[in-house]
Antibody
């Protein structure tokens, strides 16, 4: 069974840092692009970042560029999101998602991890 | 960035009803449009891609149509499991964007 399990969320003060992890199983992780998508409480979905299969290429939404870094460890079947200089508006559930067909289609998604930025 | 506008934002319907949700793009996206279903507290699930292709395992009562700037998701006969929020997503160009969502509620 294909499974994605996020961890690392929590409460952090504005300006702080947090690293999210996404453990993948049930598929050949190293063959797929991966993404992070977030959803603020009661709001819609917003794409955050993408990494290609070998980690050599990344892209980011303008709202997180320069503050967030996506990476992966194919030996550990794990995706990461390093989040620095966090702001209140970064408060959201963060989902990792597999790029199903290599063109920004997301399937499946993990269950999400909540990041709350507040003093 | 391409803006995606869904309507209605909320829809009240009964089991067995035919339901249609509309998604409009601010510029042409050809057929690069996907639909997701999200239930409360759960992750989204891909239903349809490339405007009208049904993802494996998705019931055939779901269908999608459209191209260019106007798209629809249709549920032919609403089932109890279908009460959820539906999002469209364009993936035509870098800068993936989602619609604001349509919540399908029990009437």
């Amino acid at each position: 069974e294909v499974q994605l399990v996020e961890s690392g969320g929590g409460l952090v003060q504005p300006g702080g840092s947090l690293r999210l992890s996404c453990a993948a199983s049930g598929f050949t992780f190293s063959s797929y692009w991966m993404h992070w998508v977030r959803q603020a409480p009661g709001k819609g979905l917003v794409w955050v970042s993408r990494i290609n299969s070998d980690g050599s290429s990344t892209s980011y939404a303008d709202s997180v560029k320069g503050r967030f870094t996506i990476s992966r460890d194919n030996a550990k079947n794990t995706l990461y999101l390093q989040m620095n200089s966090l702001r209140a508006e970064d408060t959201a559930v963060y989902y990792c998602a597999r790029d199903q067909y290599g063109d920004y289609l997301f399937d499946p998604w993990g269950q999400g991890t909540l990041v709350t930025v507040s003093s | 960035d391409i803006q995606m506008t869904q309507s209605p934002s909320t829809l009240s319907a009964s089991v067995g009803d035919r339901v249609t949700i509309t998604c409009r793009a601010s510029q042409s996206i050809s057929s690069w449009l996907a639909w997701y279903q999200q239930k409360p507290g759960k992750a989204p699930k891909l239903l349809i891609y490339k405007a009208s292709s049904l993802e494996s395992g998705v019931p055939s009562r779901f269908s999608g149509s459209g191209s260019g700037t106007e798209f629809t998701l249709t549920i032919s006969s609403l089932q109890p499991d279908d009460f959820a929020t539906y999002y469209c997503q364009q993936y035509n160009s870098f800068g993936v964007t989602f619609g604001g969502g349509t919540k399908v509620e029990i009437k």
